[in-house]
Nanobody, 126 residues
């Protein structure tokens, strides 16, 4: 079973930037579609970004489009989420997720992923 470990969260002022990382173990990472999700207190987990195994296709939630960029480094078994122009409404626990099994697609629903990290807190506040 793949293990995913997120890092890079923290407290940042509105308009600031953060880069989240998600390190994966296991040989399945390089052929897995990956995604980032977030969950704010009292809300359901929501889609943020997703990428295919070879980065030829990506998808972003409308709320983060143009501000967030997801990327992956397959030799390093790591995915990243670069977050710019952060807003207070971006405050949430951010999770990375992997979908095992080769596919040329990306996935938008949490139910479509097989493995999850423990999450990292992002707080945007002045």
């Amino acid at each position: 079973q793949a293990q995913l470990v997120e890092s890079g969260g923290g407290l940042v002022q509105p308009g600031g930037s953060l880069r989240l990382s998600c390190a994966a173990s296991g040989s399945i990472f390089s052929r897995s579609a990956m995604g980032w999700f977030r969950q704010a207190p009292g809300k359901e987990r929501e889609f943020v970004a997703a990428v295919t195994w070879n980065q030829d296709k990506q998808s972003y939630a409308e709320s983060v489009k143009g501000r967030f960029t997801m990327s992956r480094d397959n030799p390093k078994n790591t995915v990243y989420l670069r977050m710019n122009s952060l807003k207070p409404e971006d405050t949430a626990v951010y999770y990375c997720a992997a979908r095992r099994g080769y596919s040329g697609s990306y996935y938008l629903s949490p139910e479509e992923y097989t493995d999850w990290g423990q999450g990292t807190q992002v707080t945007v506040s002045s």
